[in-house]
Every structure is written in structure tokens, then in C-alpha cells.
């Protein structure tokens, strides 16, 4: 079975900086796109960002010109690097990809643990 497991998740200041990883593993054939979606308590989860296997990105609104993602394909990774960060950016982070098992199977999707991001004086 896949299973997506982020970390770098942690406490910071407003304006610092956080690198958050995800990386895939299991029986994996290819990977579509991947995404951080997050999630602040009483709300709902959003998107973050994503990336497409060609490297196509796409961000919210909120986060852009301030997060970037990236992935590296050898190793089924995917990176959210997050640079001045504001309060309202803490939220719990999880980790999302559309994952074939085989070349003829349907892409599913998969969704990692969650990691908490808290950005507080």
C-alpha cells in the first residue's frame, strides 16, 4: 500500500521560515500531481499549492510570492518551502498525491498524516 509521510512541522516566528517534505512510498508506478492542502482549527481545509509530475505549479492566492513547492521525482518527494510566515499560516499541513500502482490502473489519491505548522512571537 503507498503512504505519504511528511515532516519539518514546528514552531516559528512571523516572518521566518519553514521547509516542509513529503515523501511517497510503496508500491508506486508513477505519480500525477502532488499538493499541500492545510487546515486551522474551526476551518476548512484549502489548497496550498501543487505541482504536476511535468513541474506546472499552482498557488493560493494567500501564500503567493511567499511558498514554493518543488519535488524531486527520483525520490517521490514533494517540498513546501514557506518563507515569511504570518500568523494565519498556522494550520495543520498534509501532504496529497495522485498515485498509480500500475500503468493500467486508475490514479488515486492518497493523503499524507498532517504535520502542525504554528507561527507565534
Known amino acids: 500500500q503507498v503512504q505519504l509521510v511528511e515532516s519539518g512541522g514546528g514552531l516559528v516566528q512571523p516572518g521566518g521560515s519553514l521547509r516542509l517534505s513529503c515523501a511517497a512510498s510503496?508500491?508506486?508506478?508513477?505519480?500525477?500531481?502532488m499538493g499541500w492542502y492545510r487546515q486551522a482549527p474551526g476551518k476548512q481545509r484549502e489548497l496550498v499549492a501543487d505541482i504536476t509530475s511535468g513541474g506546472s505549479t499552482n498557488f493560493a492566492d494567500s501564500v503567493k510570492g511567499r511558498f514554493t513547492i518543488s519535488r524531486d521525482n527520483a525520490k517521490d518527494t514533494v517540498y513546501l518551502q514557506m518563507n515569511s510566515l504570518k500568523p494565519e499560516d498556522t494550520a495543520v499541513y498534509y501532504c496529497n498525491a495522485g498515485i498509480r500502482f500500475l500503468r493500467w490502473a486508475n490514479v488515486r489519491n492518497y493523503w499524507g498524516e498532517g504535520t502542525l505548522v504554528t507561527v507565534s512571537s
Open positions: 510503496g508500491s508506486i508506478f508513477s505519480i500525477d500531481a
